[in-house]
């Protein structure tokens, strides 16, 4: 292949408009083409977004939906259960899909016992990403007189609270 400067100026041309020898005058002067929407204007994803979207998308994007859920059926217990109830009933624990709630007595921890289905499905309704399948009642914590330096072996005297 003969050198530039042997080659005739229209097959130079030619050969550069071919593309199959550009020159390098052509290379400085070419300009990228972009094909990005985002700074055409008029275009969808121009106009500005609210505080409140941008907070959601980051915590969408970060994973955070299933915590930031969990948390706000805590803050929130008052409303879904009752005032009445979240006197006496507060939620501790969330494992495995089962939230545990422990009650002032046994009472309330059965009379809420009973009430489980229809508050499983408000916490369901009111928080579907906190991912709860199944509510727990459980009473007050008791000491526990099984273990210590104090222990009877066997059953042990019965007449504590007596």
Known sequence: MPDRDETPETIATYLRLRGLQPSGRWRSRRRTATDDDE???FTSGRDPK???DVIADLTRQSGWDVQLSREDLVLRWAEVAGEETARHASPVALADGILTVQ??????AKN???MRTAI??????AFPQSGVQSVRFVGPD???????????PGRGPRDTYG
């Open 50 to 52: 609210g505080l409140g």
């Open 112 to 114: 809420l016992h009973l």
């Open 142 to 152: 008791v000491p526990s007189w099984k273990w210590g330096p104090r222990a009877v």
């Open 103 to 108: 009650c002032d007595s046994t009472a309330w």
């Open 120 to 125: 499983t499905t408000q916490l369901v309704k």
């Open 39 to 41: 700074n055409q204007p």
